[in-house]
């Protein structure tokens, strides 16, 4: 069975000390109204709303937005390497070898079950005394259990507490109860819960009392790190516009081929963020994707992905860094943090920024070397 690891925000009737030892992070994320949205490291992102009638407001930039008791749902959100649109298919259509897809399938007229990178959010929507049609394959290895719109009042309900033993989560995230309806001062300052499958015991689930709104990055750190956004974001436009063959071509000057520059950018920067946020919080796993530094010892990561795939790798880097930093809150720009060999996060996000200028620079100086692809 594959389990997961909490992110250790607020631990609201029983705690548990689990750590993380592989799988790619995905975040919860918390929004008014019941609204979650499901985000993982690949980029894709579904939001879902507690009901099909009324009005609510989804965030911005989601893939695709369902409804709790909607259209009922067998389908799959999903996007190939090399493909630019996300598609949102019935399953029997879907692609057959995308491990990244997100799988979204209605239980009955309250609950939707999401399947993404080896883990399970289950969101339920109304007060538990609906007519539930959950089998227990269905209640198989569920990790989150999304309560979209329990009031404060309700949560310790007869109903919600049978709800919870029946799906028996790892982790139950009531969404609506906001600020000021509970006296549990221990409320996360995001809206964000960041797990990822991995193997470990399971024990009783553990409520996670998390915000309905964003962390704000303060001021210092935000201009550092739109900065190195926008570096990326300038490579990324020469990347892009790269075929397979010119990643792909070896100067017979013996420096490295284009795509060992795209690799080495995004592998630096994932690495070295992954390892901060490890180090605060375990759920977080330290990713290295850094190519070999020696051009006899590298090999294509993903030979046949084209400029913009690279493009879009670059990118998802870049969300990661951005999407999990709340857990920098209270650290000092100009001090040494947990996890980094940097003297300081500040000359972390500096390098960063001209990292990408340095690597970007050096591939288009092959672009005038002899036996440069045209295409």
């Not at 009638?53 to 930039?61: C, L, M, R, T, V």
């Not at 799906?167 to 000021?180: C, K, Q, R, S, T």
């Not at 063959?245 to 000057?253: D, I, M, S, T, W």
Request: glycine fraction near 6%.
């Amino acid at each position: 069975m594959k389990l997961l690891l909490f992110c250790p925000l607020i631990v609201w009737m029983t705690s548990s000390v689990l750590f993380a030892t592989e799988g790619e992070p995905i975040a919860v994320r918390s929004w008014p109204q019941g609204v979650v949205s499901i985000e993982n490291q690949w980029g894709l992102q579904l939001a879902v709303v507690p009901s099909a009638s009324g009005e609510f407001a989804s965030p911005e930039n989601v893939d695709h937005v369902v409804a709790v008791g909607g259209d009922s749902l067998d389908h799959v959100l999903s996007r190939l390497p090399n493909e630019a649109e996300v598609r949102w298919s019935e399953a029997a259509d879907a692609p057959k070898l995308d491990p990244n897809a997100i799988s979204v399938r209605s239980i009955d007229d309250h609950t939707l079950r999401i399947d993404v990178d080896g883990v399970c959010v289950v969101v339920v929507s109304g007060d538990g005394t609906g007519t539930f049609m959950a089998t227990e394959a269905d209640k198989r290895d569920v990790d989150v259990l999304v309560l979209s719109n329990v009031a404060a009042g309700k949560i310790n309900s007869d109903p919600i507490k049978m709800l919870v033993q029946s799906w028996h989560p790892m982790f139950v995230l009531p969404l609506a109860i906001a600020e000021g309806e509970t006296e549990n001062p221990k409320r996360a300052t995001t809206n964000t819960f960041a797990v990822a499958a991995t193997d470990v015991p399971s024990g009783k689930p553990t409520a996670v009392l998390i915000s309905q709104t964003p962390w704000e990055m303060p001021g210092d750190l935000a201009d550092l790190f739109e900065k190195m956004e926008q570096a990326c974001s300038e490579s990324q436009d020469v990347f892009a516009e790269l075929s397979v063959e010119q990643l792909n071509f070896k100067p017979a000057n013996g420096t490295h081929t284009p795509r060992w520059n795209v690799e080495h950018m995004m592998g630096r920067q994932l690495q070295f963020f992954s390892q901060i946020y490890h180090a605060v919080d375990p759920t977080i796993p330290v990713m290295n994707l850094n190519p070999k530094q020696m051009p006899p010892d590298y090999e294509f990561a993903h030979p046949d992905w084209d400029g913009a795939e690279e493009a879009r790798q670059m990118q998802r880097v870049s969300e990661f860094c951005r999407r999990f930093a709340y857990l920098l809150d209270g650290m000092d720009v100009n001090a040494k943090v947990p996890g980094s060999r940097w003297p300081s996060l500040r000359s972390l996000l500096i390098q960063m920024q001209r990292h990408y200028g340095e690597h970007t620079a050096n591939t288009v100086k092959k672009f005038e070397l002899p036996g440069w692809p045209q295409s």
